[in-house]
């Protein structure tokens, strides 16, 4: 075979693989659409692999990435497709850089049997040493059903096209972009690949590459608008706080209880957190999953707190053991309600907060204030109720008047359970100080290789 052969099959072979929908992926992911190929003419049985793996820069960031190819073999998992994807993974864990997945699959080569068994098995193990090490995305494109559903789900993140399925049954029952992301497994929907390939682009403009490294910090343009009355909602507070245009919710329309965003504050990389409300089953193990992955990249979770408290002891649990093991900074305002356990969990000991902020309007207390309320007064409290025309409106008179002058933020600070007490609008202010005095914060813990309480 000739030089001028080999060259016209090479340039034949490029010409057919640049033109799939998976090379597009990753041409509009990295920048200039520039990226070296990972095991280019890796072959699958007859054809070419069903995955193009690539490495690149993702705004000057350098990642990895795969797209599944669904012009070969409708993207079907093979042998060939698992060893360029562990390459890639393997490439990953050395250089400690971000992997990018697009899955659009039928499924897997089942003439290949046992042998396929073993590559998802591989790929799973692979894609779990790598989880906390560097920032793992899913972008579901398509259809991504079984065991690969499993391989996609166990990423950081999960982005998916709304009109893409994802599924652990392999016929696609209840896979729906809409369904998935009620459930809790799309953290972010996309209208199209366009906007998913973009919300990855931001993601990894603001996620640090590994756990060992810094997130990136830009101080140009930063701007944010203010915290400006009282009564603001935690739930506001959190997009207010943040650089312009830097906020990117994950799982909006899980657990709504709680709000959890990526952005940055004054170009520094945090995590915001807020609790507003009864905190449901669901909204714990979100905010706790959260907080595992912030701490995983010693990103800084800043939690705002209007909420009296749980609603599952086991959930909350969880959530508690998150906070109480996370040795990222963590600092805390309660712009409302802190009650009992909510308080313990999320802003005091329990929580092991660097740094706990109160508002001027700020409640915070060991029990509700009904029931410290008739536990202080004693005796005293069913007196004042016998001794009116109304007792129910007395109860809430009294429960109130005694809420005003002991459970006050002044009162907190006073015991010192807060560190200040601020108005709203010196919230963001107050935060950067924080983070600043937090940037270097390091700890020390015990040898154990993990706790017992699962999230």
């Known amino acids: 075979m000739t030089v001028g052969s080999i060259s016209e099959i090479i340039s034949k072979a490029r010409e057919e693989i640049s033109s799939s929908k998976a090379f597009g992926y990753l041409t509009k992911l990295f920048d200039d659409g520039v990226f070296t190929e990972i095991g280019a003419f890796a072959k699958s049985d007859d054809t070419y692999a069903e995955a193009v793996a690539a490495h690149g820069t993702v705004n000057g960031m350098e990642v990895y990435a795969f797209a599944q190819n669904t012009d070969y073999a409708g993207g079907a998992m093979s042998k060939a497709q698992a060893a360029k994807i562990k390459k890639l993974y393997d490439l990953a864990l050395k250089s400690g850089e971000p992997v990018v997945a697009f899955y659009d699959s039928t499924g897997g080569r089942l003439s290949q049997g046992t042998d396929l068994l073993a590559a998802y098995g591989d790929i799973l193990k692979y894609s779990n040493n790598l989880s906390g090490v560097v920032p793992q995305i899913s972008v579901i494109v398509g259809k991504c059903f079984g065991t690969q559903a499993l391989i996609a789900e166990c990423a950081d993140i999960v982005v998916m096209t709304k009109n893409a399925q994802l599924s652990l049954e392999t016929n696609g029952e209840k896979s729906s972009a809409e369904e998935n992301s009620q459930k809790g497994n799309a953290h972010i929907i996309a209208e199209n690949a366009d906007e998913a390939v973009q919300k990855v682009r931001a993601l990894i403009e603001i996620l640090p590459s590994n756990n060992l490294s810094s997130a990136c910090v830009a101080y140009d ?49 945090v995590g915001l957190l807020s609790a507003e409300g009864d905190i449901d089953g669901k909204s714990s193990s979100k905010a706790a999953r959260f907080v595992r992955f912030c701490d995983a990249f010693s990103i800084p979770v800043i939690t705002f707190i209007d909420a009296e408290k749980f609603c599952c002891i086991k959930s909350a649990a969880k959530l508690t053991s998150a906070y109480a093991e996370a040795t990222t900074a963590k600092i805390t305002f309660i712009t409302g309600n802190a009650f009992g356990s909510v308080y313990i969990a999320l802003a005091g000991t329990g929580a092991a907060a660097d740094m706990t902020f109160a508002w001027t309007n700020a409640s915070v207390s060991a029990l509700t204030p009904e029931a410290e309320t008739i536990i202080m007064l004693g005796d ?43 108005e709203p609008e010196n919230t963001r202010d107050k935060l950067i100080s924080a983070l600043d005095m937090l940037g270097n914060k390091r700890v020390t813990t015990l040898p154990k290789k993990h706790n017992n309480i699962y999230i």
């Open 221 to 269: 343009e930063i701007s944010a608008e203010g915290v400006p009355v009282y009564d603001t909602k935690p739930s506001q507070v959190i997009f207010d706080i943040a650089d312009t245009e830097s906020a990117v919710e994950i799982q909006a329309d899980y657990g709504k209880a709680v709000r959890t965003v990526l952005a940055t504050v004054n170009g520094v990389t």
């Open 380 to 422: 005293d409290f069913g007196g004042r109720l016998k001794n009116t025309s109304d007792p129910k409106a007395e109860r809430e008179r009294v429960i109130q008047e005694y809420k005003n002058e002991n459970l006050t933020a002044f009162k907190a600070a006073e015991n010192g359970y807060v560190e200040d007490v601020i």
